[in-house]
C-alpha cells in the first residue's frame, strides 16, 4: 500500500511537480497571436491530465512586455494581452478544483519604466522623495557624463541610463527595468501588500525573481573582482526581507520558490532556513552536463547543503531563460553557460531526445520537487529564431552575438494539421514556430505510447500513486562505471546509464517504468533510465 503523497498535504510543495507556464507561448485563446489566460484556462484539462501538482505563472501583470513581462507596470492589474484580474481569479479557482495550485512569479528587483512611482519620480526630479524610490545618482567626471559606478550587467551592457535633467538611474537588466531601492521601507511594504494582494486571491506560492539581487551595497562603490561581499549581490540585508516575507507566506499557508544563482553552496543554503525561503531553483544541476560523474556529484552536493536547514531540493532540467534539454543534450557541450550560446552548433537531436527521456525519470525520482518547462514534456527542441524576429532584449543588447531566449519560448503545437500548431491564433504567432513540428503536437504524441508525452504522464501517474517518490532518504548502489543506481525507500530503484554500453540490471522484482526499450538480453541501454522495485 503506497504512503499517502505529501502533494496531497500542507507539505505539498516537498515533493512536487510543477509545470511552468510560460503565458504568451502556452495557448492562444482570442487568437490575436499572444497566449493568455483564457487559452490556459482551456487547457487545464490538459495539465490536470499530465498529472501537475502546481502551475507557475511567468508575470501575467500590466507590462510594456519589453523583457516578457519581467517588466512590471502594475502588479494589481493583468496585462490585457493576458486577460483580466477576474479571469485570473477563476484561473486559480479553476486549477484549485482540478486540484492544481498556482505560483505566481513577483520580480521584486525591478520595475518597469511605465510603473507610476518611476514616471513620477522622473516628473519629481532630483532630490526629491519619489527619487529615493529608485538609485538616481549624479554622474562622474567633470559634467556628470560618466556612470556613477562600473557595476557589470546581469545582461550585457551597461547598468546606468541619464536622464533628461543629468542624473543617472541603475538598472542591472535593460533601462527599461529601474532597480528598487530596498533599502526604502515604502519599496518594502509595497511588496508586502504585493504578497498579501495575490494570497488573498488564493495563489499557493510566489516564485522570486533575481532573488539574490534586490539589496545593493549603500555607497554604490565600483565592483572589484573578488572582492566579497558582492556590491549588489548576496547581500546580507536580504535576509531580513525574506524572513518578513515568510511571515506573511506563514499566514496563508503559502510557499516560495527563489530564483537564487548562487555558486557558494553555504550561502545558497542560507536563503532555505526554516524562517526564510522554502524552496530555491538548484541551477547547479539545471547546468550540469550529462556526465555520470558530475551529475552524481551535483545530487550529493545538491541533497548535502539543504540537508542542514531541512529544505528540500528542487530539480530542474530547463526554463524560459535556457536552451531547452532535448538540445542542450544533443550536443558535444552538454553544459549550460549563458556566455555560449550561438546558433548553428551541430545537435543530435535523437540523441539528446534519449537522454532527456532518462534524465526526465532521474530527476522524478530524486529527493525533492522537480519543475517541468512547458514543452518540456513534448521534447520540445530549441528553435533557431530568424533574427530579424528575435524579441529578447538579450539579443540586441549583445549587439546581436547573442541569440537570447527566444529560442525556448516557441507557442506550442497543439495540433499537427492546424494552423499554427493549434496554437489557437488566427494571425502568426509572437513568434515564428519552426516548420517540421508537426511531430511534436500534443495530439500526435496523445494517441502514441512512445511519446514523450506518454512517458511524463506515465512517470507522473507512478511517481504520485508509487512509493518511495518525493521527499526522504537516497542511498547510492554499487554500478559498473557511468551507471548512476539508487534507492529510495518501499524498494524504489532508479538505475540510468550514462554508458556508452549497455548495463545489467540489479536483481528486481518489478519493473515500473523504463525511459527505453531495454536490450533483448533484458539490459539497460545508454543513455535509458528505469525505475524498479526491489
Ligand atoms: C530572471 C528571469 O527568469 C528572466 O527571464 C528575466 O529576464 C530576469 N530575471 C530579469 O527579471
Known amino acids: 500500500m503506497a504512503a499517502p503523497h505529501s502533494s496531497?498535504?500542507?507539505d505539498w510543495w516537498r515533493d512536487a511537480v510543477i509545470y511552468q507556464v510560460y503565458p504568451r507561448s502556452f495557448a492562444d485563446g482570442d487568437g490575436d497571436g499572444t497566449g493568455d489566460l483564457a487559452g490556459v484556462r482551456a487547457r487545464l484539462p490538459y495539465l490536470a491530465e499530465l498529472g501537475v501538482d502546481a502551475v507557475w505563472f511567468t508575470p501575467w501583470y500590466l507590462s510594456p512586455l519589453v523583457d516578457g513581462g519581467y517588466d512590471v507596470a502594475d502588479y494589481r492589474t493583468i496585462d490585457p494581452t493576458f486577460g483580466t484580474l477576474a479571469e485570473a481569479e477563476k484561473l486559480i479557482a479553476e486549477a484549485r478544483g482540478l486540484g492544481v495550485r498556482v505560483i505566481v512569479d513577483i520580480v521584486p528587483n525591478h520595475v518597469s519604466d511605465q510603473h507610476a512611482w518611476f514616471r513620477a519620480a522622473l516628473d519629481a526630479g532630483p532630490g526629491s522623495a519619489e527619487r529615493e524610490l529608485?538609485?538616481?545618482?549624479?554622474?562622474?567626471?567633470?559634467h556628470g557624463e560618466l556612470p556613477p559606478n562600473d557595476w557589470p550587467s546581469q545582461f550585457s551592457g551597461r547598468t546606468w541610463t541619464r536622464v533628461e535633467d543629468?542624473?543617472?538611474?541603475?538598472?542591472?537588466?535593460?533601462?527599461?527595468?529601474p532597480d528598487l531601492n530596498w533599502a526604502h521601507p515604502a519599496v518594502r511594504r509595497e511588496h508586502e501588500e504585493v504578497l498579501r494582494f495575490w494570497f488573498e486571491r488564493g495563489v499557493a506560492g510566489v516564485r522570486i525573481d533575481s532573488a539574490a539581487l534586490l539589496a545593493k551595497d549603500p555607497a554604490l562603490a565600483d565592483f572589484e573582482e573578488g572582492v566579497d561581499p558582492h556590491p549588489y549581490i548576496d547581500q546580507d540585508e536580504l535576509h531580513d526581507i525574506y524572513r518578513s516575507w515568510r511571515a506573511i507566506a506563514d499566514e496563508y499557508g503559502g510557499v516560495f520558490v527563489g530564483e537564487v544563482w548562487l555558486p557558494?553552496?553555504?550561502r545558497f543554503a542560507r536563503y532555505l532556513r526554516p524562517d526564510e525561503l522554502h524552496t530555491a531553483f538548484n541551477f547547479n544541476f539545471l547546468s550540469c552536463p550529462w556526465d555520470p560523474d558530475r551529475l552524481r556529484r551535483t545530487i550529493d552536493d545538491t541533497l548535502a547543503e539543504h540537508a542542514p536547514v531541512g529544505a528540500p531540493a528542487t530539480w530542474v532540467l530547463c526554463?524560459?531563460?535556457v536552451t531547452r534539454t532535448v538540445t542542450r543534450y544533443g550536443r558535444t557541450d552538454t553544459g549550460f553557460?549563458?556566455?555560449?550560446?550561438t546558433y548553428g552548433t551541430p545537435t543530435d537531436l535523437g540523441l539528446g531526445t534519449r537522454r532527456a527521456r532518462a534524465a526526465a525519470l532521474l530527476t522524478l525520482a530524486l529527493p525533492g520537487s522537480v519543475y517541468v518547462y512547458q514543452g518540456e514534456e513534448l521534447g520540445l527542441p530549441e528553435a533557431e529564431i530568424p533574427l530579424d524576429r528575435i524579441q529578447d532584449p538579450m539579443h540586441a543588447r549583445s549587439g546581436g552575438t547573442d541569440p537570447g531566449r527566444d529560442g525556448c519560448r516557441v507557442p506550442l503545437p497543439w495540433s499537427a494539421e492546424a494552423p499554427w500548431y493549434g496554437f489557437g491564433a488566427t494571425t502568426e504567432p509572437w513568434l515564428p514556430q519552426p516548420g517540421d513540428w508537426a511531430e511534436y503536437a500534443v495530439d500526435r504524441q496523445d494517441t502514441d505510447p512512445d511519446s514523450m508525452l506518454a512517458l511524463y504522464r506515465e512517470a507522473l501517474l507512478v511517481r504520485r500513486t508509487g512509493a518511495g517518490f518525493g521527499d526522504g532518504p537516497l542511498s547510492w548502489l554499487p554500478a559498473p562505471d557511468g551507471v548512476l543506481a539508487f534507492t529510495r525507500t518501499d524498494g524504489l530503484v532508479c538505475v540510468v546509464n550514462l554508458a556508452a554500453t549497455p548495463a545489467d540490471l540489479p536483481p528486481h522484482g518489478e519493473l515500473l517504468l523504463a525511459s527505453g526499450a531495454l536490450d533483448a538480453d533484458g539490459r539497460l541501454p545508454s543513455d535509458t533510465a528505469v525505475w524498479l522495485r526491489s
Open 8 to 10: 496531497r498535504t500542507e
Open 134 to 142: 529608485f538609485h538616481f545618482r549624479p554622474g562622474r567626471g567633470e
Open 166 to 177: 543629468g542624473e543617472w538611474y541603475l538598472h542591472l537588466f535593460t533601462p527599461e527595468q
Open 264 to 266: 557558494d553552496s553555504e
Open 319 to 321: 526554463n524560459h531563460d
Open 337 to 341: 553557460d549563458f556566455a555560449t550560446k
